[in-house]
């Protein structure tokens, strides 16, 4: 009975140092019983950032607070869609170190894990989408494993290094993604003292810190859900262009959330390109955006889809 009690204060001991250091004992967290099973201590910090969100009840609202919540979930999205997708994962475009690391320190603050990990994952999924080895496919495991239960399993946990050896090279990159608690925590920390300063300084706003922290959680779990519909929903509601080998679609609806990702089924057909809005109707909010950066010298080489891309063909459902 000995041997089975310490193997369960083992892996504890690896889970709650994981909360800090994501690198830590990830091997043998992968590697223990049952891989595909949800590590429920792990992601504590998933499930109460949700039940956090009731705080709104007793921290009330504000103008500023209710706006900055906007804005984050914006800016956010746009660091997780840009650089962490078309950047990060696909390296769609180019741009200068410092740029690579204010982005994606920002995209960190999303809570979505690390740039490497989420790289590294995404294009496993590119390689076996909807296939066996795909780690979010809903035609194989279901809605709700797609959703969010997939980055909750151990064989998940681990930031696979060998698929992102083009980007271990830059140390910054590493620890972002080593320390992921990191960039939320500072986030949330920037946010209640503001709310502070405003409380202290501008009362008349009606903002305090922690309305500022509520509010900042509530943009974080608005966010969560924004992203995950495309590993889940973009794969069962919409239209198909193309023939591709995986159930990808396009919805229009999922773009204005996800700020142009909905263009599902393209960006499967041409993963290569930086836009994936292809026609003029299809909104891409980030693929705007990253033009715009261009004309400053941000970001440069924007990988254009082929003309055949655009060319008409018949949609199929």
């Known amino acids: 009975m000995q041997a089975p009690v310490q193997s369960r204060r083992g892996d504890l001991r690896r889970t709650l140092i994981a ?4 690198w830590a004992g990830a091997e043998e967290i992968e590697a223990s ?11 504590l910090p998933f499930f109460a950032l949700h039940l956090a969100c009731f ?3 007793w921290v009330g609202w504000s103008p500023v607070a209710v706006i900055t919540a906007a804005a984050l979930y914006v ?12 950047y990060f994962s696909h390296r769609t475009f180019e741009t200068s170190r410092f740029a690579q690391f204010f982005f994606a320190a920002v995209g960190a603050s999303s809570a979505q894990r690390g740039p490497l990990w989420w790289a590294a994952h995404h294009r496993i999924h590119h390689r076996n989408s909807d296939q066996p080895g795909d780690p979010h496919s809903p035609k194989l495991r279901g809605f709700w494993w797609s959703h969010c239960l997939w980055f ?9 290094r060998e698929e992102v050896k083009d980007l271990m090279r830059f140390p910054e990159l590493v620890f972002l993604d080593r320390f992921d608690i990191v960039a939320p925590a500072v986030l949330l920390g920037l946010l209640y003292t503001a709310g502070a300063l405003c409380e202290a300084y501008a009362p008349g706003l009606g903002t305090t810190g922690w309305q500022m ?3 900042g959680i509530v943009s974080t779990i608005v966010l969560y859900h924004g992203t995950f519909t495309i590993n889940s929903l973009a794969h069962v509601f919409g239209r198909r262009r193309f023939e591709t080998t995986d159930t990808s679609r396009n919805s229009f609806l999922l773009a ?3 700020l142009g990702e909905g263009w599902h089924n393209n960006h499967h057909r041409y993963p290569g390109t930086v836009r994936q809005g292809l026609r003029w109707w299809e909104i891409d909010v980030s693929w705007y955006v990253l033009v715009v ?3 400053f010298g941000i970001v440069r080489e924007l990988r254009a889809a082929p003309a055949k891309a655009r060319v008409p063909e018949p949609q199929r459902r």
């Open 19 to 22: 909360w800090f250091d994501s």
């Open 33 to 43: 019983a049952e891989p595909e099973r949800v590590d429920w201590v792990r992601v």
């Open 55 to 57: 705080a709104v009840i």
């Open 75 to 86: 800016v956010r999205m746009f660091a997780i869609t840009a650089f962490y997708h078309r």
């Open 152 to 160: 909750t399993a151990r064989a998940n946990f681990r930031t696979r």
């Open 213 to 215: 922290f509520v509010w």
């Open 256 to 258: 204005l959330i996800t």
């Open 293 to 295: 950066l261009s004309w």
